[in-house]
């Protein structure tokens, strides 16, 4: 697409691996076919072997390790990938503050959990019991540092290790969770495996940052109060992101227990696959985004908008019209009434892509992280009292209007944000038939590319 190209500014750190935006798009969007297609299998075997209510366990498990990563985080993933963007920070101290920070959620979570693991199952975490909630403890720090780490080096621009560090994990996670889960049928095992996956994940990215960019390095004062200085700022609307994303699903947790919550869940993870269709542009987008000048950032955040909303659209309309046929037959008849949620998900889902993009622009373009977390505070805000009458006079399809309608909302205010910011009209948001012949020339061009490589 027209600016999909546009050059930026990058730091040595970053010049010798770095791809195009088209070239980076093609890689990502590889790595997120290949992980869509894991989750389903994975998601399949976990429904069918363990059934809506031990698959409701698992779910608010993860969920939890979730959580509390996104807790522990206080904006450094988002610091990091700015800063890995523009070098103001050197490597070997961002990767010493993921490293920090990684092992103060850990010790953090499992002070909040494990002494109160009576109250945390008897009223939002039903079905828990004390052997997940280790697990769960485990698996903070790791999922943590491997969160920050991949922000790092997307921010650096190294997508192909990003691409296929995610595809190594997609492929690995069918292969060693079918056995378990089916041999077991235990959420315990179910999700010890998944804890092992991302310890390996962690791992690898860990090795390859220390082998080929630079070894952690204790952080100085001053790039510590950077980093922080920053993060705080977006950590607000980060909280408040995940808030407005998951707190659906503890509502109906607390209200109605894990049975529905195994239900419900799988409606919301096989809906937001449909990020999977943004998140390869927005990682091939984030290093020129946040290096470019504003008025060329801006540009391409609308180019990148444009071409979302034609592959987007009809990908969730498809997915729409597919899944009452779809989710018994494979997913079995306990999940069929996934299907309604599910549906009424979609058009959030595809908001959601969207305002990822736009929030790159206004975090790391006009670093202006205390504006996103303005907008997603006030979007949570607004929910949680929708939430709580949605979900007790319409169960899984309140839920599901409610969590379409704040997306949708705190969308709609980032492109206020983004048009006021630059020289853009509305009307350059919306695409044309020029969008539909940029995205061909952008995919031969990705495509043929990728044949010399």
Request: aromatic share 8%; charged share 15%.
């Amino acid at each position: 697409m027209p600016g999909l190209e546009t050059p930026g500014v990058s730091h040595p750190e970053a010049d010798r691996r770095q791809v195009g935006v088209a070239r980076g798009t093609f890689l990502g969007f590889r790595a997120d076919v290949i992980t869509a297609i894991s989750l389903i299998v994975t998601s399949i075997v976990i429904a069918r072997a363990l059934g809506p209510e031990d698959r409701g366990i698992f779910f608010l498990a993860s969920l939890v390790i979730t959580y509390v990563t996104v807790v522990g985080d206080l904006g450094v993933s988002t610091a990091g990938l700015v800063f890995a963007a523009d070098g103001r920070v050197r490597f070997g101290e961002l990767q010493g503050i993921a490293l920090l920070f990684s092992l103060a959620a850990g010790v953090v979570g499992t002070l909040v959990l494990l002494p109160f693991e009576a109250f945390w199952t008897d009223t939002i975490l039903k079905g828990l019991d004390v052997p997940i909630l280790v697990l769960v403890c485990i698996g903070i720090p790791l999922s943590l540092y491997a969160q920050i780490t991949i922000a790092l080096l997307t921010g650096l621009g190294r997508i192909p290790v990003t691409a296929w560090a995610r595809i190594a994990l997609a492929v690995a996670y069918p292969v060693i969770l079918t056995p378990v889960t089916i041999a077991t049928e235990s959420p315990f095992w179910s999700l010890f495996t998944w804890i092992a996956g991302i310890a390996g994940f962690a791992l690898g990215v860990g090795i390859y940052c220390a082998l080929q960019v630079s070894v952690p390095r204790p952080p100085r004062a001053r790039s510590l109060r950077e980093v922080l200085s920053f993060g705080v700022r977006a950590y607000l609307g980060t909280l408040s992101y995940h808030g407005f994303l998951r707190i659906d699903v503890l509502f109906i947790s607390a209200r109605y227990g894990p049975r529905m919550v195994g239900i419900y869940s799988l409606s919301t993870v096989v809906a937001e696959r449909i990020s999977l269709l943004g998140q390869a542009v927005y990682a091939a987008s984030a290093q020129r985004i946040g290096s470019s000048p504003r008025e060329q950032a801006a540009e391409l955040t609308a180019n990148v908008l444009r071409l979302l909303v034609l592959v987007m659209v009809p990908a969730a309309a498809a997915a729409a019209l597919l899944c009452w046929p779809v989710f018994p037959l494979v997913f079995g008849d306990d999940f069929a009434d996934a299907c309604l949620p599910f549906t009424l998900l979609l058009p959030g889902a595809v908001c959601l892509t969207l305002w990822a993009v736009t929030a790159l622009f206004i975090v790391a373009s006009l670093k202006r992280p205390g504006l996103t977390t303005v907008i997603q505070a006030g979007g949570l805000a607004l929910s949680l009292p929708l939430y709580y009458l949605a979900v007790r006079e319409a169960q899984m399809t309140g839920a599901a209007i409610v969590s379409s309608a704040v997306y949708t909302g705190v969308l709609f205010a980032g492109l206020a944000v983004l048009i006021s910011s630059s020289s853009l009209r509305w009307k350059q948001l919306v695409p044309g038939r020029a969008d539909l012949t940029g995205m061909r020339q952008t995919l031969r061009t990705a495509l043929g590319r990728e044949a010399r490589a």
